[in-house]
């Protein structure tokens, strides 16, 4: 059972997670709760582990991940399909899931799109790969995003302009796909990494 102090660390670590991306060091913690002895906020880490509220990786640096990852330890949910071409229809289901938590760390967000066509073969996309993508609806221009045209998924680089939005691919091949400004659109994440399948 949890004494409050370990309930107040357990609250810090998951507060900190948010803000920063990333776990605080033992340091931070003793900073924040005047321990002085690192084995003092190790001993407190032991008892959450104990008790199952975190994990630790070894002796890694900010290697503290709380029990909501476990909970995701099962992977990055891949949800369908997604266009690097024409746009296809958004296919939403979860159909899987990729264990990738020691490369992306915190999973909160993320998702996975399968490649369909060749469109960003530039940007070193390719066909089959898997799109590591962070669930948001902003985006800042120039970033790789997968974005829902007239219910239609695709990915492509963001170029918002005055008038309209442009959707370039990686590939001279494809043209960009112009979207007016009061047509149905919306941005569904930024992409954070590809997973080559062969």
Known sequence: MLNDRAREIYAFIQAFRREHGSAPTIREIGEKFAIS?????????????????????????????????????AGIPILGRVAAGQPILAEENMSGSLDMADMFGESEGLFALQVRGDSMIDAGILEGDYVIVHKQEEARAGQIVVALVE????????????????????????????VARDASFRIL??????LRTT
């Open 37 to 73: 002895s690192t084995n003092g906020v190790r001993y407190y880490l032991n008892l959450l582990e104990k008790s199952g509220y975190i994990r630790r990786k070894g002796k890694i640096s900010r290697g503290i991940g709380t029990s909501s990852d476990a909970s995701r330890a």
């Open 151 to 178: 219910d239609e998924a695709t990915v492509k680089y963001y170029r918002p302009k005055k008038t309209h939005i442009e959707l370039e691919a990686a590939n001279v091949n494809y043209q960009p796909i112009v």
């Open 189 to 194: 994440g930024t992409v954070r990494g590809v």
